[in-house]
């Protein structure tokens, strides 16, 4: 579901991020490799490109960063930044209000002509078209040292298609030679992992800009490039990119890219791909997949297909949110919280090799981890707790409401579960669930849906990546999307912390700021916690070096993976 990308048992992986079987396969060059998923990617357009799957997909085969993160299973070593199109991970002045970086030489498009620091500045510059680059992240809102429009509240840069502001956009990133330099509004001490975590600050050709057209383009500048046209539903063809140097590159800690292509199989649903790799025939033997294995398919998992197997934490939080449009009485959304069957959604979606539990959007893992004491109440809800607020809300019961769900066979039963309890308290759910499209239509304004499904993942190793860019909505409501605050949160309360935080001296008073902040999420109900991601995966007997890695959000990481011919 969603971003669907966050200990084996005896008969299962040798340790987190590898199979038993994957490593002692010497991996060559050569062969196909079959990546099989469901959910389409809704943006290829590096500056939309905002699922994690994605990002770790497209960073090792077709876009090439300022800075990226390494192959590796230590955390420690997969989130620290090595230069990739720079000549080293940045330099920053008053303090960190300003980066510089330097451009390779060498470093070229698909069409051979030479990476410039210009295409890095244009890239920046695609990130402001808020009515044209939608879905993507938008920290340079924020940062970026450009004043806000005193009527709209948005950034007085409004993006290359149309140009206002464009004076501003100059001053705010220059170019000298091959350098380039990054000027911000205040500190942004991790901006290299920003760079190395996403793709907002990739370079862009702006001959080959067609805005809103070039969502399922790529213009390559890795190790491969695309083969024809990417097809939504169907998917696409990488094959290798003739004018990529691996001189350039790091070619053993960054990109191998040991296959000769790369097959993106789209649009089979998760059974049909798994029964695929447990027969083990044909085009499965040298396939991956980033869609987890559905719980019915847990006996299945045994013997030789249990050795082809992995079990790992992900880095992912799935979570509701109320849509305050509709939701506007706090003692309605209060009702939500108290009547979501939180255990029922895990039993549902496969228990507990599936999920764990959550008691915050923000993932243990990232620093300034903190349970919110709003939802520490029982997994299992309380029906009968939440009518009475409904009653004392004074609204006609029962209340209706729209779920909005990516849909799949194990979320529709998830969906049906909560829904038991939601009805139960007084509410009367309707199950929405989407299945060729998500995220461009809970991110519409106009959207019916009264409840809405979201999941999340550090954007880099900081909190200040989950609860800034999902709830300020300063960045994100503008009149053409909710950007990530699908529930069209605002809160000057909370932007203020967040302002706090951002401008922080020391990580331990941001990460104070951000503790406080989530508190007042909690207590506005602006998200309901429903458990963590576990990722359980299987691939095909001819892959070599499997291997899970932070740095492609716990997926399976091209950037090391081959396949037996």
Known sequence: ????????????????????????????????LNYLFFAPPEHVDPQRVYRGRDIGNFSRTVYRQ?????????????????????????????????????????????????????????????????????????YLL????????????????????????????????????????????????????????????????QDKDGGDKSNFQIFSNGPYKLDGAWDKNAGATLVRNENYDPKTDDPENIRRALPDSIVFNIGQTTETIYDQLIADTADAQTAVTSDRIPPAYYNQIEGAVA????????????????????????????????????QAWIDAG???????????????????????????????????????????????????????????????????????????AG????????????????????????????????????AITVTPPLFDSRPNLTENSDGQDYGAYESDEFNALVDQAANATSLEDQTAALQQADIVLGQDVA??????QKFYFLHGSKVTGYTNTPAAAMNPDLGVIGVLD
């Open 1 to 32: 579901m969603g971003l669907a990308a966050c200990g084996g048992g005896s008969d299962g992986p040798t340790g987190p991020g590898s199979s038993s079987d994957g490593e002692s396969q010497e991996s060559a060059a050569g062969g196909t």
């Open 66 to 138: 300022l800075v990226t993160f390494p192959i590796s299973t230590d955390p420690e070593v997969s989130n620290t930044p090595v230069p990739d199109l720079a000549t080293d991970t940045g330099t920053s002045s008053e303090g960190g209000k300003v980066w510089s970086f330097t451009v390779k030489d060498g470093v070229k498009w698909e069409d051979g002509k030479a990476i410039t620091c210009e295409d890095f500045k244009y890239g920046a510059s695609r990130v402001f078209a808020t009515d044209v680059i939608t879905g993507g992240p938008n």
């Open 142 to 205: 924020s940062y970026l040292d450009i004043p806000t429009d005193e009527k709209t509240g948005l950034s007085a840069y409004d993006g290359p298609y149309k140009g206002d502001g464009q004076d501003l956009f100059d001053k705010a990133i220059t170019c000298d030679g091959n350098t380039i330099t990054y000027n911000f509004n205040k500190p942004w001490p991790d901006f290299p992992l920003a760079i190395a975590g996403l793709h907002m600050m990739d370079p862009y050709r």
């Open 307 to 342: 050795d082809r197997s992995v079990l790992v934490d992900s880095p992912f939080v799935d979570y509701v949110v109320p849509n305050f449009r509709k939701m506007s009485d706090p003692k309605v959304r209060e009702a939500l919280k108290v009547a979501t069957n939180a």
């Open 350 to 424: 496969g228990g507990e090799k599936a999920f764990a539990p959550a008691e915050s959007i923000v993932n243990p893992a990232v620093v300034g981890y903190q349970d919110n004491p709003a939802f520490s109440g029982p997994q299992e809800g309380d029906p009968a707790a939440a009518k009475e607020l409904l009653e004392e809300a004074g609204v006609t019961m029962p209340y209706p409401i729209t779920f909005t769900y990516p849909s799949s066979e194990t979320a529709d039963k998830q969906a049906a579960a909560l829904k038991e309890t939601w009805d139960a």
């Open 427 to 462: 509410f009367d759910t309707t199950l929405d669930g989407l299945g060729d499209t998500y995220y461009d239509v809970v991110q519409k304004p106009t959207k019916d849906s009264d409840v809405i499904w979201g999941g999340w993942g550090a954007d880099w190793p900081s």
């Open 527 to 532: 998200y309901i916690p429903l458990e963590i």
